[in-house]
């Protein structure tokens, strides 16, 4: 059973705090996602990575920085939490083998930042 | 500007109802997933389909590319298929041919009623 793991489900953080979110997949993928969601907006790529020790910026990178030492890891990074992380956070993972490749979702951390 | 559009926003249904769920997209794609997300937040992928029709027990989904347009129905409905459904098209971003990501519709909350 492929699985997408994701460190917390929720976590409740004070302004201006440093956070990890870490996803792990066991699929050997080579193209690993961090997403935000919210209500009205849908998902949101905040930065992906196609391979180890790269990573690239999506649609909404600002506040957000990531780490991929490792295939198997990625891990999104807030420096500094303001109160508009609120949000969830998905991670997801697709091989890179052409166009008709599933994804694969982690279940989500539901970040509250007070 | 969203390139993945998404309807209707809202849906209730009375079990056993037959529905459909549209999605409209503005760019070439080399794939098109309809993805469902149950309350607490993991999404699991119903169809990745790049042409023609696919079934899965009472799920059809299909897919017109010449109109950039895909429909997912649900034949007798049932109240647990109350979640959100998204629509996300699959795009390549020009490092080599196998690189690709996911543009999402905003989701359609379907809530079907006993």
């Known amino acids: 059973d492929v699985k997408v793991t994701q460190s917390s489900r929720y976590l409740v953080k004070r302004t201006g705090e440093k956070v990890f979110l870490e996803c792990v997949q066991d699929m050997d993928h080579e193209n690993m996602f961090w997403y935000r969601q919210d209500p009205g907006l849908g998902l949101r790529l905040i930065y992906f990575s196609y391979d180890v020790k790269m990573k690239e910026k999506g649609d909404i990178p600002e506040g957000y920085s990531v780490s991929r030492e490792k295939k198997e890891r990625f891990s999104l990074i807030l420096e500094s939490t303001s109160t508009n992380q609120t949000s969830m956070y998905l991670c997801?993972?697709?091989?890179?083998?052409?166009?008709?490749?599933?994804?694969?979702f982690g279940q989500g951390t539901r970040l509250t930042v007070v | 500007k969203n390139e993945v559009e998404q309807s209707p926003q809202n849906l209730t249904a009375q079990e056993g109802e037959f529905i459909t769920i549209n999605c409209s997209y503005s760019v070439g794609i080399s794939a098109l997933h309809w993805l469902q997300q149950h309350p607490g937040g993991g999404i699991v992928s119903l169809f990745m389909l790049s042409s023609g029709k696919k079934k899965h027990g009472r799920l059809i989904a299909t897919i017109n590319i010449q109109e950039k347009h895909s429909s997912l129905h649900i034949t007798a409905s049932h109240p647990r298929d109350s979640a959100v459904y998204i629509c996300a098209v699959k795009i390549y971003i020009g490092r080599g041919s196998t690189l690709g990501r996911l543009y999402f519709g905003r989701g359609t909350q379907l809530t079907v009623w006993p």
């Open positions: 997801a993972s697709s091989p890179l083998t052409g166009g008709l490749t599933e994804a694969f």
